[in-house]
């Protein structure tokens, strides 16, 4: 039938995504990507959920605005959603829990000690900085960014409006693609039996 997917297409599918999965191999056409870039990003960001806070530390920069999913309509984030700021290595700098939907109020963004070369504490000067959405109940991630422009960290303790749009479905867990591929087997095995 035209339009309509075989098992024996989803079966393959499966199989080459779980390879990917599996070899932590990713190709992106229009950039450079290190061998398991988005497979160590993904465990990183899943990971933010056990950091009880960011360390203060003297430098800082804050940023307050409008949070809202991306989505048509452009509701705003709803209580209960964490905003987390991560560093150049993806370490939290700062965080903020949302009090007013759609308002992530005064976030702090703290600069990395350098005085305390083995801990890193936050962000150094130049980093460009990433943002994610965290449903605290779930504890899912949900990929987020600046509206209006790319975030620099400069720790020259300002404070910067900057509005952020929330992908409304959540980062994967790496075993998820795993189970579509065993699923893929399953029915695979099934249609030949």
């Not at 430098?59 to 605005?65: I, L, N, T």
């Not at 987390?84 to 290595?89: G, H, S, T």
């Not at 300002?158 to 509005?163: F, L, N, V």
């Amino acid at each position: 039938m035209m339009g309509s997917i075989s098992l024996n297409q989803i079966f393959k599918l499966s199989f080459v995504i779980l390879l990917f999965v599996l070899l932590g191999t990713y190709q992106v056409t229009a950039a450079v990507v290190p061998v398991g870039f988005f497979a160590d990003t993904t465990e990183k960001v899943l990971e933010l959920a056990d950091y009880d806070g960011v360390p203060s530390t003297s430098d800082w920069d804050d940023y307050f605005g409008i949070i809202k999913l991306d989505e048509p309509g452009n509701e705003p984030i709803p209580t209960g959603f964490r905003v987390w700021f991560l560093d150049a290595d993806y370490k939290p700098c700062g965080l903020i829990d949302i009090t007013s939907a759609g308002d992530y109020g005064q976030l702090r963004m703290y600069e990395d000690d350098l005085s305390t070369a083995a801990i890193d504490e936050g962000a150094v000067a130049g980093d460009l900085i990433t943002v994610y959405a965290e449903n605290i109940s779930t504890n899912e991630m949900h990929e987020a960014w600046f509206v209006n422009e790319s975030v620099t960290f400069t720790g020259d303790m300002g404070s910067y409006e900057q509005d952020i749009l929330v992908n409304p479905e959540s980062v994967p867990e790496p075993g998820t693609i795993l189970l579509l591929g065993l699923g893929g087997l399953v029915l695979r095995r099934r249609h030949r039996a």
